[in-house]
């Protein structure tokens, strides 16, 4: 379980934890609470190159569809299959084991501290 | 029509009963109201194995009462009101003049000349202004009681056994009620009326009751059911309980440009009944040769068909459109209602839905897709 106040954030509603040139990815629970319970992850294939603001995947919930974008350019090195088996773990551990994917980057774009996020989402 | 001059947000009796209980909120023609509690799927599943706990007070309260009324709801609803016995309830729609849906409503005889007119929160006003026209004519009276009449549906094959057994509520006769029967009992000393009705595909009841008595009676239910794995339940597990039960959402099945045989309601219009209502002629000529019509639709794996998603035939033509859609909770697969031309109105006809670009197969199968076993 990363700890929230280390991660970087979007204004998507994304955190990152970065590592090195690698990112990991996932929603935040603010994102999974709007959602609702999350019944189908559609992520990108590893190896596909990816831009920073394009969406990438897909996040639906019985009541609506979220899109997962890319924070970051740079290439898919792993995906979540437990997240694809099983979509729950959006909901019930969205900063640990309902991490979505690792996208290797060469460059960071500005990102949102836990602050700032916090701070946009108003909680 | 809409009333464009309140734009005030509305708060339920009971919001703060919802508050304490960790709920989501969302807004619904105006009003706050709980979208889930804790998870929208285990609310749903409660309601499918022993039963959830709604608030419907955003619901409008049309009370119709007067020597005439039943004549005159024989004029203003596509039904026929007045064979409806006190203590009885029907569906049925109001329509326009020329044939579309102003509003899905259920009347509730309660008394010889009362009736309650329950109407979706988003058309209250269109509602009461249309019954307040419609009767002027008959000698009757109509009043909005929308906000004294707070609404709570207890929901659930654990209805009874929970209901009968909270303290506070005295209802003769609760074990005999049979389904679309009302019943008044008291609650606390005050006055309440217990229907066994819903919209969830499940035994329950809806109990109309004093604002002020409400948050009392919502904790009553709620403690009494616990044990039974009664919980509150949110709008977004209503919306895919009503939806696997087939049932229409105004708005999305249902709306001012749709003739009620397109929905599959064309039961609810009596053309049969005596004198003239609203909307007659128009029904009685029906809509445009190769209107659409409402049909359910399956599909294999997890993506749903959502509102406004196009269908299309298997030719590659548009062929449609969804109006409500989800992955079933209960049935494990996506399903969806969606209006569609007649030529593709067969059950077993394979079709598409495209689902934000993917091309998602999808055959017209019956509607309800989900019937609670008889008991």
């Known amino acids: 379980m990363a700890l929230q106040n280390t991660l970087k954030y979007t204004s998507e509603h994304e955190w990152l934890s970065v590592q090195g040139d690698i990112a990991t990815v996932g929603i935040t629970a603010y994102a999974a ?76 774009p500005t990102l949102l501290s836990f602050d700032e996020y916090t701070a946009l989402v108003g909680e | 029509m809409t009333d464009s001059t309140d734009s005030t947000v509305r708060f339920s009796p009971l919001h703060q009963q919802h508050v304490d209980a960790g709920a989501s909120f969302t807004d619904f023609a105006g009003w706050q109201m709980p979208v889930r509690y804790s998870s929208d799927l285990a609310e ?29 709801l024989d004029y203003a609803f596509a039904g026929r009101i007045s064979v409806v016995a006190t203590g009885q309830a029907k569906y049925s729609l109001l329509l326009g003049r020329d044939g579309g849906i102003i509003d899905d409503l259920v009347v509730y005889r309660t008394g010889e000349d009362r009736f309650i007119v329950v109407a979706n929160a988003s058309n209250r006003e269109a509602v009461a202004a249309e019954l307040l026209e419609r009767t002027a004519p008959f000698d009757c009276e109509v009043f909005d009681e929308s906000d004294d009449i707070a609404l709570i549906a207890i929901q659930g094959p654990k209805s009874f056994e929970i209901l009968s057994q909270v303290p506070g509520i005295v209802v003769a006769g609760l074990a005999d009620l049979t389904y679309y029967r009302s019943i008044p009992g008291q609650f606390e000393g005050h006055e309440i009326l217990v229907a066994r009705t ?86 009685e000529t029906g809509p445009v040769e190769g209107a659409r019509v409402l049909v359910g639709l399956r599909s294999d794996g997890k993506r749903a068909g959502r509102a406004d998603y196009l269908v299309f035939g298997a030719d590659g033509t548009e062929v449609g459109v969804v109006t409500s859609g989800a992955l079933s909770p209960t049935l494990g697969y996506p399903i969806a209602m969606a209006y569609v031309d007649p030529a593709v109105r067969e059950l077993g006809t394979d079709l598409f839905l495209d689902v934000r670009g993917s091309r998602v197969p999808a055959s017209v199968t019956a509607l309800p897709f989900y019937k609670r076993e008889a008991n």
């Open chain 2, 198 to 283: 819903g919209y969830t595909g499940e035994d329950g009841f809806e109990l109309y009751v004093a604002p002020e008595a409400a948050p009392a009676l919502w904790r009553a239910i709620a403690e009494t059911g616990a044990g039974s794995g009664l919980v509150p339940a949110g709008l977004a597990s209503r919306d895919t309980l009503r939806l696997e039960a087939g049932m229409p959402l105004y708005g999305h099945e249902l709306s001012l440009t749709t003739f009620p045989v397109q929905a599959g309601l064309g039961r609810v219009v009596n053309l049969k009944k005596e004198g003239d209502f609203v909307g007659r002629a128009a029904v």
């Open chain 1, 33 to 108: 609470e709007k959602l609702g319970d999350v019944v189908f992850v559609e992520l990108p294939a590893v190896g596909a190159s990816v831009a920073s603001g394009k969406v990438v995947g897909e996040i639906e919930s019985t009541k609506s569809v979220g899109e997962l974008f890319a924070p970051v350019d740079g290439t898919v090195t792993e995906v979540n299959d437990a997240v694809v088996a099983h979509p729950e773990l959006v909901n019930s551990d969205p900063f640990g084991e309902g991490w979505l994917i690792k996208v290797s980057f060469t460059e960071l």
């Open chain 2, 44 to 72: 749903h599943h409660a309601v499918r194995t022993a039963a959830g706990l709604f608030d419907l007070s955003h619901m409008g309260e049309i009370v119709v009462i007067g020597p005439e009324s039943a004549d005159a």
